[in-house]
């Protein structure tokens, strides 16, 4: 094995990926780390591809976020959907034993895997039992269990993150947050009149994404082997008072018109994590102000009509 820590991150120009990348930069993942991204044009359903580049990038730390990980397209193609985020998960597992890797594996699940939850029973912990409502909550579920299983019959040193909602600058706007302020920036610039919205009496638990890295980070460094983690600010903020927040930011205040096209039917209202577990192993808190996440976010968004 190289000398050199080398941290492979699938999905590394995603939204996430490009914030891991400047984590590295920053020191967050320690000293002497070099992270390795996937050649363009390369696919995890490509099994020899994904082999090809194993045995030629020499991982000693891998970040699994390649993934299709929009909900509603999960709905129109649910079997691309497995393919990606199961397949391409066993392909990268396959690939990483046929090398004898023997660092940390971190998959990237995610919170949705927990379905509608009961307000009695928020925050959510590691305890709650799944009940997907999505095939993409089912194939992260699916997958996050594969990498349990490769853990518990290989010996692979595997940890499983779960994150909750995490936003911040750079996010695809067909996500909440960077749609009302892309929306919030046309309406103060007087190219659009009201700012069109799906269900904003719903809340979730957001999590700016640079906090988010920090827990893997984390959780690379600390986190337990063969341990699944929550990982969440732990605060529960309605999306109404978010958009009126936005909006104050930006100093409008535009008509909200709700747009049919954009509602969920059977939407969790409310949702909140409850990171204790990770607080615990590897002393992770989010420390970035929301309101610093919003600022960001409006600020990507007026940079980037």
């Known amino acids: 094995m190289p000398d050199r820590k080398r941290l492979l991150v699938t999905g590394a120009s995603g939204f996430v990926g490009t914030h891991v990348a400047a984590g590295v930069r920053q020191g967050l993942f320690g000293e002497g780390i070099e992270m390795i991204g996937t050649p363009?044009?390369?696919?995890?359903?490509?099994?020899?591809?994904?082999?090809?580049?194993?045995?030629?990038?020499?991982?000693?730390v891998v970040i699994h976020l390649a993934a299709q990980s929009f909900v509603p397209l999960s709905f129109e193609a649910p079997r691309e959907t497995f393919d990606i985020n199961l397949g391409g998960t066993l392909n990268l597992l396959q690939a990483l034993r046929s090398v004898n890797f023997g660092g940390r594996f971190l998959y990237v699940s995610s919170g949705d895997i927990y379905g509608r939850v009961p307000d009695a029973a928020?925050?959510?912990?590691?305890?709650?039992?799944?009940?997907?409502r999505s095939p993409y909550a089912v194939s992260k579920w699916a997958a996050e269990q594969l990498c349990l299983q490769w853990h518990r019959s290989e010996g692979m040193d595997v940890v499983i993150a779960r994150p909750f909602n995490h936003i911040g600058p750079g996010q695809d706007?067909?996500?909440?947050?960077?749609?009302?302020?892309?929306?919030?920036?046309?309406?103060?610039?007087?190219?659009?009149?009201?700012?069109?919205?799906?269900?904003i009496e719903i809340s979730?638990?957001?999590?700016?994404?640079?906090?988010?890295?920090?827990?893997?980070?984390?959780?690379?460094?600390?986190?337990?082997?063969?341990?699944t983690y929550v990982v969440g600010s732990g605060v529960e903020r309605p999306l109404r008072s978010i958009l009126q927040e936005m909006c104050r930011i930006v100093g409008i205040d535009p008509p909200i018109l709700q747009d049919p096209?954009?509602?969920?039917?059977?939407?969790?209202?409310?949702?909140?994590?409850?990171?204790?577990?990770?607080?615990?192993?590897?002393?992770?808190?989010?420390v970035i102000p929301f309101d610093v996440t919003l600022s960001d976010i409006i600020t990507d968004a007026r940079n980037n009509q």
Do not use: K
């Open 122 to 132: 928020l925050p959510v912990n590691e305890l709650r039992a799944p009940e997907p």
């Open 261 to 286: 096209s954009r509602l969920r039917g059977g939407e969790q209202t409310r949702m909140c994590a409850d990171p204790a577990r990770l607080r615990a192993d590897t002393g992770w808190v989010a």
């Open 173 to 199: 706007r067909r996500f909440a947050l960077p749609s009302l302020a892309t929306q919030i920036i046309a309406c103060h610039e007087g190219r659009q009149d009201a700012v069109h919205v799906g269900n």
């Open 204 to 227: 979730r638990d957001f999590t700016d994404v640079r906090d988010v890295v920090g827990a893997y980070a984390r959780l690379i460094s600390l986190g337990l082997s063969g341990q």
């Open 40 to 60: 363009t044009g390369w696919d995890v359903r490509d099994a020899h591809a994904v082999g090809a580049w194993i045995a030629e990038s020499a991982p000693t």
